[in-house]
C-alpha cells in the first residue's frame, strides 16, 4: 500500500462551486506552431537497430571543367573516354528517443463537484502541451544539429565569412566565437544575404508551392519581423506595392505574419511566438532561457511567462530550405511470439490511465492521463537549416518630447 495513491495527494485541478453554479472556464492558451509542419515524415523500421546510419547522394563531381566542358569532334571519338565522372555520399546517424509523461492524478470525488466541463478543458489544455513540446523538440534540434550557423558580428568589424560556421554535408555546427558585446541587431538585408548564400553556394533547396514560389522560410520572433517591415528599403518597395495596387503589398504590410502571403524576395517569414532567446553569449555558446516559470495557483502549479525570457538579449531565428531533416516515428511493435505488448504510444496520444485493482484502487476512484512522444530526425540536407544568433534591441516606441502647453496641475 505505500505505493499506492492518497486522496491527499490528488491534485484537484478543477475548480469547485460550492453553490452548484456552472462557471466558465477558459480554453488555455495554445501559440502557434511554425515549426510542426517544416519537416517531411517518415517510419523508423523495427527490428533493425537502436541506431541507424542514413547514407545521402552528394552531387556528381565532373572530371571536366563546368566552365569549359570539353568535347571531341564524333569522328575522333573510336575509342577514347574524354572523362570518368566522380559520385560520393555522406553518411550520417540518428537513433530513436523517447518523451513520456503523466497529467495530473486525479480523484472523481474531487469532480463531484467540480465546474462542468473543467475536466474537458483540462484535457484540452494537455494535448495543446504536447503540441507545444513536440514545436519545440523540432526547434531544438534544427537548432542544434544544423549544418550552418550565422552570428550577426557587427560590420564593419566582421566579414560574412567571419560570421559564418560550418558548411555543404556538415552538421552539428557550433556558432562563430565572436564576442557578445559585438554582436549585434538582424536585418532583412543581412537575411538575403544569407538566402543568396544558401541557395549559389550551398545549393540549398528551397520550398516550393503555388502561393509563395520558390522560398525558404525565415521563422523568428514577432520583433524582428515587424523590425523587417520597417526596414529602410523594404518598407519603400511594400508601399511602392500598395500604392500601386497590388494585393501582395498589403499583405505584406498588415499581415500577422509573412506566410499569408507571397514570398518577399524569394523568403517567407513565420512568426514564433516563444522563439529561442539567450542570457548571455559565452566562447560561442548562447545561454538559452526557459520562456515559463512555474507559478503556483488555487489548484495545482501554471505556466507564466519567464520575467528573464522577457529582458533576454540575444535571440535566435532560423532560415530553413526544403528537405533538411525528415521527422520519423517508429513502426508498430507489440512483441514478437509469446512475448505480447500492448501497442505503443509514440505520436504524442494522450490516453486516460484508469484501472481497478485490489490493491491501490479498488474502487475506481483515481485515474491520469499519459502520453508518449517517440521521434527520430534523420538529417538529409543538415546545411538547409541555419540559426542565426543576433542581439534584441530596445523598442523604439517613436515618442518625443514637445513643449509644455497649458498649465500643469
Request: contains cysteine.
Given at each position: 500500500?505505500?505505493?499506492?495513491?492518497?486522496?491527499?495527494?490528488?491534485?484537484?485541478?478543477?475548480?469547485?462551486?460550492?453553490?452548484?453554479?456552472?462557471?466558465?472556464?477558459?480554453?488555455?492558451?495554445?501559440?502557434?506552431?511554425?515549426?510542426?509542419?517544416?519537416?517531411?515524415?517518415?517510419?523508423?523500421?523495427?527490428?533493425?537497430?537502436?541506431?541507424?546510419?542514413?547514407?545521402?547522394?552528394?552531387?556528381?563531381?565532373?572530371?571536366?571543367?563546368?566552365?569549359?566542358?570539353?568535347?571531341?569532334?564524333?569522328?575522333?571519338?573510336?575509342?577514347?573516354?574524354?572523362?570518368?565522372?566522380?559520385?560520393?555520399?555522406?553518411?550520417?546517424?540518428?537513433?530513436?528517443?523517447?518523451?513520456?509523461?503523466?497529467?495530473?492524478?486525479?480523484?472523481?470525488?474531487?469532480?463531484?463537484?467540480?465546474?462542468?466541463?473543467?475536466?474537458?478543458?483540462?484535457?484540452?489544455?494537455?494535448?495543446?502541451?504536447?503540441?507545444?513540446i513536440t514545436n519545440a523538440d523540432i526547434r531544438k534540434n534544427l537548432?542544434?544539429?544544423?549544418?550552418?550557423?550565422?552570428?550577426?558580428?557587427?560590420?564593419?568589424?566582421?566579414?560574412?565569412?567571419?560570421?559564418?560556421?560550418?558548411?555543404?554535408?556538415?552538421?552539428?555546427?557550433?556558432?562563430?566565437?565572436?564576442?557578445?558585446?559585438?554582436?549585434?541587431?538582424?536585418?532583412f538585408k543581412t537575411v538575403h544575404t544569407i538566402s543568396r548564400y544558401?541557395?549559389?553556394?550551398?545549393?540549398?533547396?528551397?520550398?516550393?508551392?503555388?502561393?509563395?514560389?520558390?522560398?525558404?522560410?525565415?521563422?523568428?520572433?514577432?520583433?524582428?519581423?515587424?523590425?523587417?517591415?520597417?526596414?529602410?528599403?523594404?518598407?519603400?518597395?511594400?508601399?511602392?506595392?500598395?500604392?500601386?495596387?497590388?494585393?501582395?503589398?498589403?499583405?505584406?504590410?498588415?499581415?500577422?505574419?509573412?506566410?499569408?502571403?507571397?514570398?518577399?524576395?524569394?523568403?517567407?517569414?513565420?512568426?514564433?511566438?516563444?522563439?529561442?532567446?539567450?542570457?548571455?553569449?559565452?566562447?560561442?555558446?548562447?545561454?538559452?532561457?526557459?520562456?515559463?516559470?512555474?507559478?503556483?495557483?488555487?489548484?495545482?502549479?501554471?505556466?507564466?511567462?519567464?520575467?528573464?525570457?522577457?529582458?533576454?538579449?540575444?535571440?535566435?531565428?532560423?532560415?530553413?530550405?526544403?528537405?533538411?531533416?525528415?521527422?520519423?516515428?517508429?513502426?508498430?511493435?507489440?512483441?514478437?511470439?509469446?512475448?505480447?505488448?500492448?501497442?505503443?504510444?509514440?505520436?504524442?496520444?494522450?490516453?486516460?490511465?484508469?484501472?481497478?485493482?485490489?490493491?491501490?484502487?479498488?474502487?475506481?476512484?483515481?485515474?491520469?492521463?499519459?502520453?508518449?512522444?517517440?521521434?527520430?530526425?534523420?538529417?538529409?540536407?543538415?546545411?538547409?537549416?541555419?540559426?542565426i544568433l543576433f542581439r534584441r534591441c530596445p523598442y523604439d516606441l517613436?515618442?518625443?518630447?514637445?513643449?509644455?502647453?497649458?498649465?500643469?496641475?
Amino acid at each position: 500500500m505505500a505505493d499506492c495513491l492518497t486522496p491527499e495527494a490528488a491534485t484537484n485541478f478543477a475548480s469547485k462551486d460550492s453553490n452548484r453554479l456552472v462557471g466558465q472556464i477558459a480554453k488555455a492558451l495554445a501559440y502557434n506552431s511554425p515549426f510542426v509542419g517544416l519537416l517531411t515524415g517518415g517510419t523508423f523500421p523495427s527490428g533493425t537497430s537502436d541506431t541507424i546510419r542514413s547514407v545521402i547522394q552528394e552531387q556528381a563531381l565532373t572530371a571536366d571543367s563546368l566552365n569549359s566542358p570539353t568535347f571531341t569532334a564524333t569522328k575522333d571519338l573510336c575509342g577514347p573516354v574524354n572523362s570518368t565522372e566522380n559520385v560520393a555520399s555522406t553518411e550520417y546517424s540518428y537513433t530513436l528517443g523517447t518523451k513520456r509523461a503523466f497529467g495530473p492524478k486525479v480523484c472523481v470525488k474531487n469532480g463531484f463537484s467540480a465546474f462542468q466541463g473543467a475536466y474537458s478543458m483540462a484535457e484540452d489544455s494537455l494535448k495543446k502541451l504536447i503540441g507545444a513540446i513536440t514545436n519545440a523538440d523540432i526547434r531544438k534540434n534544427l537548432y542544434s544539429r544544423s549544418g550552418v550557423k550565422f552570428v550577426a558580428g557587427n560590420s564593419g568589424v566582421y566579414s560574412f565569412s567571419q560570421c559564418l560556421t560550418g558548411g555543404e554535408s556538415q552538421i552539428d555546427a557550433a556558432f562563430a566565437n565572436i564576442p557578445q558585446n559585438s554582436i549585434g541587431q538582424l536585418n532583412f538585408k543581412t537575411v538575403h544575404t544569407i538566402s543568396r548564400y544558401l541557395r549559389e553556394t550551398l545549393l540549398g533547396e528551397p520550398f516550393e508551392d503555388r502561393t509563395a514560389g520558390m522560398h525558404y522560410k525565415f521563422i523568428g520572433g514577432s520583433d524582428i519581423v515587424e523590425q523587417f517591415r520597417n526596414e529602410i528599403g523594404v518598407k519603400e518597395v511594400l508601399v511602392a506595392l500598395t500604392t500601386g495596387g497590388y494585393k501582395f503589398g498589403s499583405e505584406s504590410l498588415t499581415a500577422y505574419q509573412w506566410e499569408t502571403s507571397t514570398a518577399y524576395r524569394g523568403i517567407a517569414l513565420g512568426v514564433d511566438q516563444r522563439p529561442l532567446r539567450a542570457s548571455a553569449v559565452v566562447a560561442g555558446v548562447p545561454t538559452l532561457v526557459e520562456p515559463f516559470v512555474s507559478v503556483a495557483t488555487t489548484n495545482g502549479n501554471a505556466s507564466r511567462v519567464n520575467p528573464a525570457w522577457v529582458s533576454a538579449p540575444f535571440e535566435v531565428a532560423f532560415l530553413v530550405g526544403a528537405n533538411s531533416f525528415k521527422r520519423l516515428v517508429p513502426e508498430r511493435y507489440t512483441g514478437e511470439g509469446s512475448f505480447k505488448f500492448a501497442p505503443q504510444l509514440a505520436a504524442g496520444e494522450l490516453q486516460w490511465h484508469y484501472v481497478i485493482d485490489n490493491n491501490c484502487n479498488p474502487y475506481g476512484d483515481f485515474g491520469w492521463h499519459k502520453y508518449e512522444i517517440t521521434r527520430a530526425f534523420q538529417p538529409v540536407r543538415p546545411a538547409n537549416v541555419v540559426p542565426i544568433l543576433f542581439r534584441r534591441c530596445p523598442y523604439d516606441l517613436g515618442i518625443t518630447a514637445c513643449a509644455n502647453t497649458g498649465s500643469l496641475l
